[in-house]
């Protein structure tokens, strides 16, 4: 890059690495951790801020019964290097001290995770997403507080914040009270820490917008003694983190075009500040593409590439063997569907109607399901036990492997043969998971929806689920069953005659890795530097002149 690329400082509550350092959950954490690739790998400026949770992140079992049961993962410390200062934030009117640590082992720009010194406070860093309201605000504190707290200590220069999701929304209070600490009055801190200050927002769905008590959040003492009536015009009464996000930055971003316009719709009014562009997500290629298929696309050699998705298809079966004992059929056709059991994502839309999913078995459809829910969320785990049900209904035809992570992930997305994604539209906000397997040439099925509306050519790369109007149907269930039929259909005749097609088959294939370079991690990190950093660093530049 021909300018001075801004330092920018990353914040997000998790960080997807490697499964042996398990401080994610998903595909946040995920994506966090493809872009800290990927700003390495481009050598920018940029360094992670986030915490070290204790049993990272749960191991999932089934039970006898086809309940999951959630283990906690240890976490290998060897790759945490310890920093010298330590610095502290109030959480309850008590004094909370960190420990600084520095990682870098992952191929990764410099992240820097914070860490109660003391035994009795590490409640807080328990458990990812763990806990009650008055865990979540802790967590919370620390990442955003602490996070900035961390930074002055450690001497990091900082032109741009980039809060990744809300979650660390009171890194801005902590960059407001410095202001203040100067003297300026609250309007003045606002307008100068704002062109700072850039945000992306990763769901419409209400859940994941996190919303406070004002009151909670002072006792907890997230609000750092600003005015109730501050807090109000920044988050409002109830205080929500994403309004609050829009309203402290300069410049906010959607996850991919269509959730562009859901974001812009849902926040209007409060995003005036800061119009929400859509910089759709991308994923590490390093990290997700099987070798040889890669240099197979390269060489344009069409009988490698299948003999490469081959290689992928076995290695996934002898696993799948190793921890269910099923065995699945290398010649048949092999759907894959790894997603958070979460309900709008609607993992069983294919058994929607038993005879014609048993009509696809029959004619040689295989699927394998993962997928973890939160240990809490008990429409999640009643999903999960839904699928392993469907497994032990239909025997070496449904798989369900337990404990989806990184390492499970990297062997669907390169051995299976398509990809489904069947959520309600517009619930899901990208889907990287798809971008994955569309770079090695497993070909996605997909509701026109997150960021396939930007990849999919029908019947070229990929193929839609698309029944007319669908989404304006009064109903959940009106649309799940339009849905469903355009689901049997497309796979009736589309799909399964494609399959039977081995010339055909590897042209798709060549269409979606082609398709797949316009979603790399290293494009996303390049846009974001294009225009989130950049142009806030530039309204900087305007705004001292
Ligand atoms: C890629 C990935 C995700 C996110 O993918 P989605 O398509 O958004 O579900 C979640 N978990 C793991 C383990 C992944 O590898």
Redesign the pocket.
Same mark, same amino acid.
């Given at each position: 890059m021909s300018y001075d690329p801004p330092r920018v400082a990353y914040f997000c509550m998790e960080y997807?690495l490697s499964e042996t350092f398990p401080i994610?959950? #998903? @595909?946040l @954490?995920?994506?966090a951790g493809d872009f800290m690739r990927s700003c390495k790998a481009l050598d920018l400026p940029v360094v992670g801020v986030g915490l070290v949770w204790a049993d990272g992140y749960t191991t999932q079992a089934l039970s006898s019964k086809g309940f999951p049961e959630d283990h906690p993962t240890p976490l290998d410390r060897s790759v945490l290097i310890p920093e010298k200062p330590v610095v502290s934030v109030n959480v309850a009117g008590r004094e909370v001290h960190l420990n600084i640590f520095r990682v870098e082992a992952f191929d990764n720009a410099t992240l820097y995770l914070l860490e109660p010194v003391e035994a009795r406070d590490r409640w807080i860093t328990k458990r990812l997403y763990g806990g009650g309201k008055d865990d979540r605000v802790a967590q919370e504190i620390l990442l955003g507080i602490g996070g900035v707290r961390a930074l002055r200590a450690l001497g990091v220069g900082v032109d741009v914040y980039h809060f990744n999701e809300g979650h660390a929304l009171f890194a801005g209070l902590e960059l407001l009270s410095e202001k203040r600490a100067q003297g300026f009055s609250f309007e003045r801190a606002w307008e100068t820490v704002r062109p700072h200050i850039v945000f992306t927002t990763h769901t419409p769905v209400d859940a994941g917008n996190e919303v406070h008590e004002i009151e909670h959040l002072q006792r907890m003492g997230a609000t750092l003694n600003f005015k109730e009536s501050e807090l109000v015009r920044l988050g409002g009464d109830p205080f929500n983190m994403t309004a609050a996000a829009l309203r402290l930055s300069t410049r906010a971003n959607a996850v991919a075009e269509l959730h562009g316009e859901t974001a812009r719709h849902m926040w209007r009014g409060v995003n005036d500040g800061a119009p929400i562009n859509a910089i759709t997500n991308g994923?590490d290629h390093r990290v997700?593409q099987d070798r040889n298929i890669a240099n197979a696309f390269v060489t344009a050699d069409d009988p490698a590439m299948l003999s490469a998705h081959d290689a992928c298809k076995c290695a996934l079966l002898s696993e799948i063997e190793t921890r269910t004992s099923a065995i699945l059929n290398p010649d048949l056709l092999l759907i894959g569907f790894? %997603? %958070?059991a979460t309900a709008y /994502?609607r993992a069983t839309l294919f058994f929607h109607d038993r005879l014609r999913a048993e009509a696809l078995l029959d004619r040689g459809a295989q699927i394998v399901f993962a997928?973890k829910s939160h240990p809490k969320d008990s429409g999640g785990r009643e999903l999960v036990h839904q699928l392993a049900e469907l497994e032990r209904i239909y025997p070496g035809q449904v798989v369900f492997i337990p404990n989806?992570?990184?390492h499970?992930?990297?062997l669907l997305?390169r051995g299976c043969d398509i990809w489904l994604?069947t959520p309600r539209r517009p619930l899901?906000?990208? @889907?990287?998971?798809?971008? /994955?397997a569309a770079m090695n040439g497993v070909l996605n099925v997909s509701i026109l929806d #997150?960021w396939w509306p930007e990849g999919c050519e029908h019947g070229q790369n990929g193929w839609k689920i698309e029944a007319p109007g669908s989404d304006a149907y009064p109903s959940n269930k009106e649309g799940d069953e339009a849905d469903a039929r355009a689901l049997y259909e497309l796979l009736e005749n589309e799909v399964l005659p494609a399959f039977a097609d081995r010339p055909r088959w590897a042209k798709m294939m060549r269409g979606s890795i082609e398709m797949s370079r316009r979603f790399t991690s290293d494009r996303m990190v390049r846009d974001y530097f294009a225009s989130l950093y950049t142009e806030s660093s530039q309204k900087l530049a305007a705004s001292a002149r």
């Amino acid at each position: 890059m021909s300018y001075d690329p801004p330092r920018v400082a990353y914040f997000c509550m998790e960080y997807g690495l490697s499964e042996t350092f398990p401080i994610y959950s #998903g @595909g946040l @954490g995920v994506l966090a951790g493809d872009f800290m690739r990927s700003c390495k790998a481009l050598d920018l400026p940029v360094v992670g801020v986030g915490l070290v949770w204790a049993d990272g992140y749960t191991t999932q079992a089934l039970s006898s019964k086809g309940f999951p049961e959630d283990h906690p993962t240890p976490l290998d410390r060897s790759v945490l290097i310890p920093e010298k200062p330590v610095v502290s934030v109030n959480v309850a009117g008590r004094e909370v001290h960190l420990n600084i640590f520095r990682v870098e082992a992952f191929d990764n720009a410099t992240l820097y995770l914070l860490e109660p010194v003391e035994a009795r406070d590490r409640w807080i860093t328990k458990r990812l997403y763990g806990g009650g309201k008055d865990d979540r605000v802790a967590q919370e504190i620390l990442l955003g507080i602490g996070g900035v707290r961390a930074l002055r200590a450690l001497g990091v220069g900082v032109d741009v914040y980039h809060f990744n999701e809300g979650h660390a929304l009171f890194a801005g209070l902590e960059l407001l009270s410095e202001k203040r600490a100067q003297g300026f009055s609250f309007e003045r801190a606002w307008e100068t820490v704002r062109p700072h200050i850039v945000f992306t927002t990763h769901t419409p769905v209400d859940a994941g917008n996190e919303v406070h008590e004002i009151e909670h959040l002072q006792r907890m003492g997230a609000t750092l003694n600003f005015k109730e009536s501050e807090l109000v015009r920044l988050g409002g009464d109830p205080f929500n983190m994403t309004a609050a996000a829009l309203r402290l930055s300069t410049r906010a971003n959607a996850v991919a075009e269509l959730h562009g316009e859901t974001a812009r719709h849902m926040w209007r009014g409060v995003n005036d500040g800061a119009p929400i562009n859509a910089i759709t997500n991308g994923v590490d290629h390093r990290v997700w593409q099987d070798r040889n298929i890669a240099n197979a696309f390269v060489t344009a050699d069409d009988p490698a590439m299948l003999s490469a998705h081959d290689a992928c298809k076995c290695a996934l079966l002898s696993e799948i063997e190793t921890r269910t004992s099923a065995i699945l059929n290398p010649d048949l056709l092999l759907i894959g569907f790894a %997603r %958070r059991a979460t309900a709008y /994502k609607r993992a069983t839309l294919f058994f929607h109607d038993r005879l014609r999913a048993e009509a696809l078995l029959d004619r040689g459809a295989q699927i394998v399901f993962a997928g973890k829910s939160h240990p809490k969320d008990s429409g999640g785990r009643e999903l999960v036990h839904q699928l392993a049900e469907l497994e032990r209904i239909y025997p070496g035809q449904v798989v369900f492997i337990p404990n989806y992570d990184l390492h499970l992930g990297r062997l669907l997305t390169r051995g299976c043969d398509i990809w489904l994604n069947t959520p309600r539209r517009p619930l899901e906000a990208c @889907g990287t998971s798809g971008m /994955k397997a569309a770079m090695n040439g497993v070909l996605n099925v997909s509701i026109l929806d #997150g960021w396939w509306p930007e990849g999919c050519e029908h019947g070229q790369n990929g193929w839609k689920i698309e029944a007319p109007g669908s989404d304006a149907y009064p109903s959940n269930k009106e649309g799940d069953e339009a849905d469903a039929r355009a689901l049997y259909e497309l796979l009736e005749n589309e799909v399964l005659p494609a399959f039977a097609d081995r010339p055909r088959w590897a042209k798709m294939m060549r269409g979606s890795i082609e398709m797949s370079r316009r979603f790399t991690s290293d494009r996303m990190v390049r846009d974001y530097f294009a225009s989130l950093y950049t142009e806030s660093s530039q309204k900087l530049a305007a705004s001292a002149r």
